[in-house]
């Protein structure tokens, strides 16, 4: 059980685009994600958190407009970088909490933009 | 200075050792400690999960919590090459669903055969 998912697990788009990433709770309702930023050798930073139903609350420092997190439901919340460009090029991963096990995240396997 | 310290390593190790991996946080309202592996270019998957001070065992894995030097440790017995990873600690201060976890660095394993 406490399966996370996240979709697409790879991704290259051309600087000034957009991209969209999925995260899904497959067998249970997640009342709250997170999203994490990643480079290479150094640990997650917490660029989010976002309640079902309700905006995100965001990191000092994460630029709302730029990351945009929308949680329409108790499985599902999506991250979409906006006008990227290659310094937006990292490891996202995204996590859920909520069920019987509150105090416990379970993290998606990642997903990884790069921007050329 | 940063909430949670942690060496980053490498750690490398000969199969069979006894590896002791160690955080140390400054915020004395964490309550929670978690340990994470992260194996590359995945996602971390939690190892095991602490509340307050005292020891856990969860077969060749040993988490200690120590509040009063606020220092946490992870024991592998008998390391196996598939321990090679990134051990990521993790805090918070709150049960509720809605609370952050705030982590270490991480510390890169290699054990070898």
């Known amino acids: 059980g406490a399966v996370v998912s996240q979709h697409p697990s790879w991704v290259i788009c051309k600087s000034g685009t957009s991209v969209k990433i999925e995260c899904r709770s497959l067998?249970?309702?997640?009342?709250?994600m997170f999203w994490y930023r990643q480079f290479p050798k150094q640990s997650l930073m917490l660029m989010a958190t976002?309640?079902?139903?309700?905006?995100?609350?965001?990191e000092q420092g994460v630029e709302k407009d730029k990351f945009l997190i929308n949680h329409a439901s108790l499985t599902l919340s999506t991250l979409t970088v906006t006008s990227a460009h290659p310094e937006d090029s990292s490891f996202y991963i995204c996590?859920?909490?909520?069920?019987?096990?509150?105090?416990?995240?379970?993290f998606g396997p990642g997903t990884r933009l790069t921007v050329t | 200075q940063k909430e949670v310290e942690q060496d980053p390593g490498p750690l490398s190790v000969p199969e069979g050792a006894i590896v002791s991996l160690n955080c140390t946080y400054s915020?004395?309202?964490?309550?929670?400690f978690m340990w994470y592996r992260q194996y590359s270019r995945k996602g971390p998957e939690l190892l095991m999960y602490?509340?307050?001070?005292g020891n856990k065992e969860d077969g060749r894995f040993t988490a200690q919590v120590d509040k009063s030097s606020k220092y946490i440790s992870l024991f592998i017995r008998d390391s196996q090459p598939s321990d090679s990873a990134t051990y990521l600690c993790a805090m918070s201060a709150s049960e509720t669903s809605g609370s952050r976890l705030t982590f270490g660095e991480g510390t890169q394993l290699t054990v070898n055969p």
């Open positions: 067998d249970f309702q997640a009342t709250t």
């Open positions: 602490t509340y307050s001070s």
């Open positions: 996590s859920a909490r909520g069920g019987w096990a509150s105090y416990e995240q379970y």
């Open positions: 976002s309640n079902e139903g309700s905006k995100a609350t965001y």
């Open positions: 915020n004395s309202a964490f309550q929670y």
